[in-house]
């Protein structure tokens, strides 16, 4: 049973950082592409950013490249999302992704089968 658990979020005030956390297990590791996805209130979840499993493709949206950076741990359970330069239009629901495949190129949510509880992360101006 493959289970993503989120840790890190929290209120930071612009232009502040934050490192977000996702610990993975129930899979063989080489099996799935890991995403970073937010939700804000009334608009719909938006890919942020994405790792293959081995970290040689990665991808991020464009409202965030150059403030954010994605990677795994030394484990290759965990994957990171350290977020830099914050804004208050970072405010969110961020969750952690699985997809059923090694290599998903998208960061379209319906690509990804497993996710996370997710984590609150609130920007203040």
């Known amino acids: 049973q493959v289970q993503l658990q989120e840790s890190g979020g929290g209120s930071v005030q612009a232009g502040g950082s934050l490192r977000l956390s996702c610990a993975s297990s129930?899979?063989?590791?080489?099996?799935?592409?890991m995403g970073w996805f937010r939700q804000a209130p009334g608009k719909e979840r938006e890919g942020v950013a994405r790792i293959k499993y081995d970290g040689t493709s990665i991808s991020y949206a464009d409202s965030v490249k150059g403030r954010f950076t994605v990677s795994q741990g030394n484990t290759k359970n965990t994957v990171y999302l350290q977020m830099d330069n914050l804004t208050p239009e970072d405010t969110a629901m961020y969750y952690c992704?699985?997809?059923?495949?090694?290599?998903?190129?998208?960061?379209?949510?319906?690509?990804?089968?497993?996710w996370g509880q997710g984590t609150q992360v609130t920007v203040s101006s």
């Open positions: 992704a699985a997809s059923n495949r090694p290599f998903v190129q998208t960061m379209i949510p319906d690509d990804y089968t497993y």
């Open positions: 129930g899979y063989t590791y080489g099996t799935k592409c």
